[in-house]
C-alpha cells in the first residue's frame, strides 16, 4: 500500500494525526475510516496489517490517532467517548472534503463502540465492522475499577493501561455513563459485521453476542477463535482484514474498478519500514516478503519464490498444452521446484562463487506411456519461461 501522513482539525481546533492507506496502483473503490482501541494509536501492527488487507481489495484506509493519542494534540486526560464520536465525525468530513465520503467504518474495541454510535449520523455509510467490541461504551470502566473510588473522590487518578500510566478525570466517567448501546445498535440502518474471539479476556464474548442481537438484518457475525483482543498474531489481523474486505464487497457500492497497469505490467511497492512488498500483476494483487529468519515478516513468497512459481507455473501450463495438443491422456502435472545458491565447483565449474540452482521435479499422473512421459519430460525443459532463464535477459533500469 502507498501511505500519506495527513492532518486534521477537532472541535477545538487541535491537530488530528492521521495516516491514509492508499491501493498499490488504482484509485481507491471506496473509503473506509479505522478507529482504534482505547489508548492505543494508528500505528498499532494489528491495525495496519488489517489496513493492508483492505488496500489489496482497493479500498482506501484513514487510521488516526484520538486526540491526546499517538501523534494528535491534545490532553488525553480532557477527552472522553464524547470526543471519540467528535473526532470520528472530524474524519468522516475530512475524506469527503478532500477526497470522497467513506463508505465503511471499522472499529476496535472501544473504536468499535464510537462508530457504532457514529455511523447512524453519517449518511454515506453503508457498512460497520467491529472488532473486540464492547457492547456498552461502560464497558471500559472494568480497566479503571481499581482507581475507580480514587477518581469519584479525587477527581482524577493515573491508571496503568497495557503497561502505560495514563490519568483519568472524572468526567471520563460522567460522560461514558450516558451511552446506553442497545437503541442505538436497533437503529444503526448500516450493515453490520461483528468479529469477536471467544478467547478474549479484556472484552467477553457475551459483548458480540448483545451486539448481534440489538442489530438488525443484515447483519453477520465471525468468530476470531485463539485470537487475542489486541490481535497480536499476525495471521490474525490479516486474516480480519480479509474478512472485512471481502465481507464489504457485498454491503459496499464499491466504484467502478480503474485499472491503471495492462495486463502484461507489474508493479511493487515496498514501505518505510520491512520488506513486506505489495505486488500488482494487472489486476491481481499479491504480497511478497522474506521470512522471520532475515528480518522480514513472513506475509508472503520471497521474491526468488515467486521466480520458482513462475518456472513451475509456465513448466505445468506447457506440459497441459503439449498433451492437449497431442490427445495424450495426461491428468495432471505437479510440479515441486527448490532453489539453492550452490558453489560452482558443486556443478562441475572451476570457480568456487556460487551460481544459482533449481531443482524441478515432476509428477505426471496419467495412463500415459514410457514414451510419451520421456518426451513430456524433454518438453518441460522448453517452457518459456525456461528458455527466458537460460537465455540473455536485458534488464534496463531508469529513475522515474
Given at each position: 500500500m502507498r501511505s500519506e501522513k495527513i492532518n486534521f482539525k477537532n472541535k477545538g481546533?487541535?491537530?488530528?494525526?492521521?495516516?491514509?492507506?492508499?491501493?498499490?496502483?488504482?484509485?481507491?473503490?471506496?473509503?473506509?475510516?479505522?478507529?482504534?482501541?482505547?489508548?492505543?494509536?494508528?500505528?498499532?501492527?494489528?491495525?495496519?496489517?488489517?489496513s493492508r488487507a483492505l488496500t489489496q481489495h482497493n479500498i482506501a484506509v484513514l487510521r488516526f490517532d484520538f486526540t491526546g493519542l499517538g501523534e494528535s494534540e491534545g490532553d488525553f486526560s480532557d477527552t472522553n467517548f464524547s470526543t471519540n464520536i467528535n473526532d470520528l465525525i472530524e474524519a468522516y468530513e475530512y475524506l469527503e472534503d478532500h477526497y470522497e465520503a467513506p463508505k465503511l467504518l471499522i472499529g476496535?474495541?472501544?473504536?468499535?463502540?464510537?462508530?457504532?454510535?457514529?455511523?447512524?449520523?453519517?449518511?454515506?455509510?453503508?457498512?460497520?465492522?467491529t472488532i473486540g467490541a464492547p457492547a456498552d461504551?461502560?464497558?471500559?470502566?472494568?480497566?479503571?475499577?481499581?482507581?475507580?473510588?480514587?477518581?469519584?473522590v479525587s477527581g482524577e487518578a493515573t491508571v496503568d493501561i497495557g503497561g502505560r500510566p495514563f490519568k483519568i478525570k472524572k468526567q471520563f466517567l460522567d460522560d461514558i455513563d450516558q451511552f446506553d448501546s442497545s437503541e442505538v445498535i436497533g437503529r444503526?440502518?448500516?450493515?453490520?459485521?461483528?468479529?469477536?474471539?471467544?478467547?478474549?479476556?479484556?472484552v467477553s464474548i457475551e459483548n458480540a453476542a448483545q451486539i448481534y442481537?440489538?442489530?438488525?438484518h443484515p447483519?453477520?457475525?465471525i468468530t476470531l477463535d485463539g485470537a487475542d483482543h489486541l490481535l497480536f498474531n499476525k495471521e490474525d489481523s490479516n486474516y480480519v482484514g480479509l474478512m472485512i474486505a471481502n465481507w464489504a464487497t457485498r454491503y459496499v457500492n464499491m466504484d467502478q474498478y480503474h485499472e491503471v497497469i495492462d495486463d502484461e505490467e507489474v508493479m511493487t511497492r515496498t514501505g518505510a519500514q520491512g520488506y513486506t512488498t505489495e505486488v500488482a500483476i494487472g489486476k491481481h494483487r499479491m504480497i511478497a516478503d522474506e521470512p522471520t529468519s532475515v528480518g522480514g515478516s513472513n506475509l508472503g513468497p520471497t521474491p526468488y519464490g515467486y521466480l520458482s512459481a513462475s518456472l513451475g507455473a509456465c513448466t505445468s501450463m506447457t506440459l497441459r498444452m503439449y498433451a492437449d495438443h497431442k490427445q495424450w491422456p495426461l491428468d495432471q502435472v505437479e510440479v515441486r521446484l527448490r532453489h539453492e545458491k550452490k558453489h560452482r565447483e558443486d556443478c562441475e565449474e572451476k570457480s568456487t562463487?556460487?551460481?544459482?540452482?533449481?531443482?524441478?521435479?515432476?509428477?505426471?499422473?496419467?495412463?500415459?506411456?514410457?514414451?510419451q512421459r520421456k518426451r513430456l519430460l524433454?518438453?518441460?525443459?522448453?517452457?518459456?519461461?525456461?528458455?527466458?532463464?537460460?537465455?540473455?535477459?536485458?534488464?534496463?533500469?531508469?529513475?522515474?
Open positions: 481546533e487541535q491537530k488530528l494525526s492521521g495516516i491514509l492507506d492508499m491501493p498499490i496502483t488504482s484509485r481507491p473503490v471506496a473509503y473506509a475510516i479505522f478507529a482504534h482501541c482505547f489508548t492505543c494509536s494508528k500505528t498499532l501492527t494489528a491495525v495496519v496489517n488489517i476496535h474495541s472501544l473504536g468499535g463502540a464510537a462508530v457504532l454510535y457514529t455511523a447512524g449520523q453519517l449518511e454515506k455509510v453503508q457498512a460497520v465492522a461504551p461502560p464497558h471500559v470502566k472494568a480497566l479503571l475499577k481499581e482507581k475507580i473510588d480514587d477518581i469519584k444503526l440502518g448500516k450493515a453490520l459485521l461483528v468479529l469477536h474471539s471467544p478467547q478474549d479476556s479484556i442481537t440489538a442489530a438488525k447483519k453477520s457475525f562463487s556460487k551460481v544459482d540452482h533449481i531443482t524441478l521435479e515432476l509428477k505426471l499422473t496419467g495412463d500415459l506411456s514410457e514414451e524433454e518438453i518441460a525443459d522448453r517452457c518459456p519461461v525456461h528458455r527466458s532463464l537460460h537465455g540473455k535477459i536485458v534488464v534496463d533500469t531508469v529513475l522515474k
